[in-house]
């Protein structure tokens, strides 16, 4: 058995997914991103006879958090996210600690790695589940694209590093979970992303700027 089981839910009306992961054997759980329709995703833990400790952020735009105030108070989960998402995440839940670059953490017998992954907004995570091997995307990696980068706060530049050099040097089996439904599978596998996702295809910052249509920031 994995250590860990993770759960995809499509919640809301933006495609947003969520994730629930537990620990079977010690029924440790946590929710990623409670974004809508909290009862659902509190209805798979509870179903399955886990506890909410912890709630994991990739990052504070509102379709991500928009449920994290009802679901902190449900569970009174400890909430973890990049220092520079704190201020949104504290405005909605009491307790919200910061999480470093590749900190681990605990949940049950798993581990859960933060992996800082700017670019989207400055404080993206991607969380990557060491077993089974999962990488839980948010807004950086979709299944055959990417988030935006004209957002306040976007850097292509960064968001090019965080996908060539941070997503793209995990295991090639790992499972992609992306923050949204936009491609034709809820999920994939990195080794799916780096053959025929355009977002890792473009490997330069040029190149990348180009497929996004935004301007390349040198000559901005
Ligand atoms: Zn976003
Ligand atoms: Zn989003």
Not at 35 to 64: K, M, P, Q, S, Y
Not at 128 to 150: K, M, N, Q, R
Not at 153 to 163: C, F, K, T, Y
Request: proline share 7%.
């Amino acid at each position: 058995m994995s250590a860990l089981e993770i759960v995809q839910l499509e919640v809301g009306l933006l495609q947003n997914f969520c994730e629930v992961i537990g620990c079977p054997r010690t029924g440790e759980a946590a929710l990623v991103d409670p974004a809508f329709e909290v009862d659902r995703l509190l209805r798979i833990a509870h179903d399955r006879g886990w506890r909410v400790t912890t709630i994991l952020l990739t990052h504070t735009h509102d379709d991500h958090v928009a449920g994290l105030d009802e679901a902190a108070a449900a569970t009174g989960a400890v909430v973890r996210c990049h220092p520079v998402e704190l201020p949104v995440a504290r405005g909605l839940a009491r307790r919200v600690e910061p999480v470093a670059d590749r900190e681990r953490i605990t949940l049950g017998d798993g581990r859960i790695e933060a992996l800082h992954t700017p670019g989207h907004t400055p404080g993206c995570v991607c969380w990557y589940v060491h077993e089974p091997a999962a990488v839980i995307t948010g807004d950086v990696l979709f299944v055959g694209s990417c988030g935006g980068v004209s957002y306040a706060g976007s850097d292509p530049a960064a968001m090019v590093q965080s996908l060539q050099h941070t997503l793209g040097a995990l295991p090639e089996h790992t499972k992609v979970y992306p923050g949204h439904d936009y491609g034709k599978t809820p999920t994939s596998t990195l080794a799916w992303e780096l053959t025929h996702n355009p977002a890792l295809l473009a490997d330069t910052v040029e190149a990348f700027c180009t497929y996004k249509r935004v301007p390349v920031p040198s000559l901005v």
